[in-house]
């Protein structure tokens, strides 16, 4: 099980939304900062540019090619990454895996994309069973399921986003392994040892944490050894 501690950026500033919305935001300070002392206790790190997820372009990648460079942490980005010239350019700065979502259902790019790179990423963000693109803005009409039918076949990697749960530290979802064979990262409402165990006995590779390490429900101190 491997722990990703998350940062979403606005403005060059880490915060977090609650349950994606954006009139709920809370400011938590400068991402370096956090990510310097994140990069003490762990190898990964979960960044989401939301101002990218909404606009359809990155817009804080500076701050997260910084990241890499004083932390060495493997990063996994997404927000905005809807060009190959903004994936190649995540790449270049050293990110591990870039990661998609609205344009994962474009299958020129999808084919362009994979012929190009291998470690690409799905967010599979789903609200009530129907998965969400454009910066969670939209919702596709998709099911989960269905859409991890017609996208596994070009990636596997995927991270599975409960939009209702996000930033609540509700804990986690019950969920059907519908994902068998691929690696798959579960993120929205982690809270406690109990959900990533949870999360780890449904298949699930990782877990995303964001508010509960922000505010101390969970400290860095006791994921050591999960």
């Not at 050293?94 to 990661?99: C, K, L, S, T, Y």
Request: with cysteine; net charge negative; hydrophobic share 40%.
């Amino acid at each position: 099980m491997t722990i990703y501690p998350a940062i979403d950026l606005i403005d060059e500033q880490a915060i977090r939304l609650y349950k994606g919305q954006k009139e709920r935001k809370k400011i938590y300070g400068n991402p370096l900062d956090i990510a310097i002392e994140y990069a003490k206790y762990f190898d990964t790190l979960h960044i989401i540019d939301l101002d990218g997820a909404f606009s359809g372009e990155t817009k804080n990648l500076d701050i997260v090619k910084e990241i890499v460079e004083q932390t060495g942490l493997k990063i996994q980005y997404g927000g905005g990454l809807r060009t190959l010239e903004a994936i190649r350019r995540v790449y270049s700065y050293g990110i591990a895996h870039a990661i998609i979502s609205t344009k994962a259902f474009d299958k020129a790019f999808v084919k362009a994309l994979t012929g190009e790179f291998d470690s690409v990423t799905v967010s599979l963000d789903s609200r009530k069973g129907k998965v969400a693109v454009e910066g969670w803005l939209e919702e596709s009409g998709r099911s989960l399921e269905d859409t991890f039918e017609e996208l596994k076949a070009n990636f596997s990697r995927f991270i599975f986003t409960d939009i209702e749960k996000d930033g609540t530290n509700e804990g986690i979802s019950d969920i059907q392994n519908f994902w068998k064979g691929k690696e798959v990262i579960y993120a929205g409402g982690v809270s406690s040892l109990e959900d990533i165990k949870k999360a780890e006995e449904l298949g699930f590779s990782g877990v995303v944490i964001g508010r509960a390490l922000l505010e101390g429900t969970l400290t860095c101190e006791m994921l050591k050894g999960v």
